[in-house]
């Protein structure tokens, strides 16, 4: 199967890049689309959205499917949000994320209803030992920084690193056209749960949160978009899963600890 990836030198394209290995063989090209991911994790505290990000997901959408008709393509992995399955289960979207949940809604329609085959696969917010801004967490925690932790009671999916590329090659091998799939770990957490359980690991035992009545003067340093998203909640499991694929990682402690011995073996 001969692979090609979109945004190939961000974090997940680097992961997925070890997962397909080499091109095998020749011929029509399965693409796999990474172009909408990097805001897709919650390490980032907004700053990864693009200026206008409605306007970018859909233009970054129609480029990618153009390059899949000149390029012939068998087949296109199109990796989506599985925070879209709490907004189309009821739960509270922000202002600023409103937009950009239609946007990509409407990109998966975009490219299930191309002309190339297709599917779409959502994917929980990402981490993994290759995301810089969880490394820049490391070094505020250890300064002893608070950090905007929203509600402990909103769950978000997540999903670590190697089990997102495993997934997406996966859905490239198997080719099941016209699907909508997710790819989550299967245990929803919070994003304070989440935080403060790396931060003990990495010697922090009482992290700080910012108070909620700091909100408009943080933002200079915590985006809009962030503080919605941890309001964000999974109102429900991410189903259907991917056919075929199973994560390694089904508890966010396990992949935490991980991170850290392989940043330690790294050293």
Request: proline share 6%; net charge positive; with cysteine.
């Amino acid at each position: 199967m001969r692979v090609l990836v979109t945004a190939p030198r961000s974090e997940l394209g680097r992961v997925v890049a070890r997962a397909r290995g080499g091109d095998q063989g020749r011929g029509a090209p399965v693409v796999i689309n990474l172009a909408l991911q990097e805001p897709n994790t919650l390490l980032h505290d907004g700053r990864a959205w693009w200026r206008d990000p409605a306007v970018h997901i859909i233009a970054s959408t129609r480029r990618v499917l153009a390059a899949a008709r000149r390029d012939r393509a068998a087949f296109l992995v199109h990796a989506s949000y599985a925070f879209l399955q709490g907004a189309e289960g009821g739960g509270r979207v922000g202002q600023r994320m409103a937009p950009i949940v239609e946007a990509a809604r409407e990109a998966e329609r975009m490219v299930l209803d191309s002309a190339t085959p297709a599917c779409v696969v959502r994917l929980g917010y990402l981490y993994g030992p290759e995301w810089r801004d969880l490394r820049a967490y490391r070094t505020a925690f250890r300064l002893g920084r608070p950090y905007w932790a929203g509600p402990r009671r909103n769950l978000q999916h997540l999903l670590f690193s190697e089990d997102a590329a495993k997934a997406l090659v996966t859905a490239a091998q198997r080719r099941s056209s016209g699907r909508v799939t997710y790819a989550t770990d299967g245990t929803p957490t919070s994003f304070a749960d989440f935080m403060d359980d790396f931060a003990r690991l990495v010697g922090r035992s009482r992290p700080l949160h910012l108070p909620g009545a700091s909100r408009l003067l943080v933002r200079a340093v915590v985006r809009e978009p962030h503080m919605e998203m941890v309001e964000m909640r999974a109102t429900g499991p991410a189903t259907p899963r991917l056919p075929g694929w199973r994560p390694r990682v089904t508890d966010h402690r396990e992949g935490l600890a991980e991170i850290i011995a392989a940043w330690e073996l790294a050293r």
